[in-house]
């Protein structure tokens, strides 16, 4: 099994669409949404754990390309500006996956893309914004 965290972005023509059910059915895919954005009749952005064996994984993707759901890894997103970080650890206790994180014996933090679900907790808590979310 595999997993993959992923950023959709929905043609308004889509956004009404049984994409994410036909993702589960037709492709034997689990699909945890862990945001949205989408407007009637407007574009949509939704933010998906998707797991599944890879065979299902690469066709179900293959659909969304078909259909025009353009797809991105999460990551890409999501954005540490280690150059603004403090290591001040004010975020570490409210990060809800442990993707910021501090290694207690240097006191220094460090940020696991692979962890984050963008739930954006952490950017009110920063002080000096060194966490951004493009949404
Ligand atoms: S967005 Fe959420 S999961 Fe990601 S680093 Fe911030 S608090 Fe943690
Ligand atoms: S709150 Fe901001 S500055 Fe402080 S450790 Fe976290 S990312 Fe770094």
Redesign the pocket.
């Known amino acids: 099994m595999q997993k993959k965290r992923v950023v959709f972005n929905y043609p308004s023509h889509l956004v009404d669409q049984p994409v994410i059910s036909k993702l589960v059915k037709d492709y034997d895919l689990t699909v945890n949404i862990l945001r949205a954005r989408i407007t009637p009749k407007e574009e949509g952005r939704l933010v998906l754990e998707i797991t599944g064996k890879r065979s299902g994984l690469e066709a179900g993707f293959r659909y969304l390309s078909e259909i025009g759901v353009e797809t991105q890894p999460l990551a890409q997103d999501v954005k ?1 500006y280690v150059d ?9 206790s409210v990060c809800p996956t442990q993707a ?1 994180d ?1 290694d207690r014996k240097k006191m220094e ?1 460090s ?1 696991n893309r692979d962890k984050c679900i963008a739930c954006e907790i ?1 950017i009110p ?4 914004q ?2 951004e979310i493009l949404f």
């Open positions: 540490w603004r970080c403090t290591h001040c650890t004010a975020c570490i910021l501090v933090v940020f952490c808590v920063c002080p000096y060194a966490m």
